[in-house]
């Protein structure tokens, strides 16, 4: 008597729309809380086809999702967007990306990299999609040493091993060696509102006992900001932060390597740093205050 064997046929899924179409529900019904007001602002989609017309203007209203993109199938000329994510949640905590997307045609091609002034010319890998366009976004907040904006993007492809410029992209010039570098002209200043504290690491500095740190914090609707902390005897009037015309307010200070505790002062009211995680309860005050520790060219946390 022989035994009946069924086969059992393991089909494993791939991801669907239909994961980001319950996100968008989610977010419809319950808030949208979990991502912020940008995406708020941002809400809406675009087909892949609307993605891939060329001549269409893409207007600020409206939002990709990442299926989109890697749904191309054909490359299109550089162009800012903000991208859902889903995935991107699990590695950097925001559903929302933003930047500069760049595509290139490469079906029978192994390996693409985008390299330009925005990565002092290091060539940064692109993923490619079932149909052959290799594409990556880059954010839109390159800076000169200066630590002034920078609109123009200056870029070549690197495809396998072989360097070409971007055939979708009319804006391209002589590179002085028989062939071209493509241009992309940025519209409008990209900005990050989830700052803190951070390290100038290529500062230049005669003192070299002391760090470079810029203290900022987005508060568009704030008129006085200043910064309190061990390093000043939290005086309230010893540093002023100065603002931009984007809502953020900056200084920079010079700081022996150690660890410190400040607070912001915004129009009389004493605030934490918004978004650093680390803070320290003050003995003497019995009050929390937002804490960094200075080694050598970064800020860490105990």
Sequence with gaps: MSDNKKKVKIVRKKPSRKKYLFLFLFLSLFGFSVIGQDTVDWIGSYSSKELEGSEEKVTENKIYFYWQIASLKKAVPPRYIK?????AYAKRGQFLNSGILFT????????????GNFSSWRCIPMTKNKFGVFHALIPADFKNRKEEPVLSYEYKFKVDNL???DSENTNRHSDGAGSYYSEYMLEHIDFQKQISARVLSDEMTEDLDFITVEFQIYKPNASVISLVGNFNQWNPEHDYLHKDRNGIFKLRKKLRPGEYLYNYIVDGEKILDTYNSETRHRVETDELSSYLKVIDDKISSL
């Design 163 to 165: 360097f070409d410029f």
């Design 83 to 87: 991208m859902i994510d889903i995935d």
């Design 104 to 115: 290139y045609n490469g079906l029978r091609n192994s390996e693409v990299s985008i390299c």
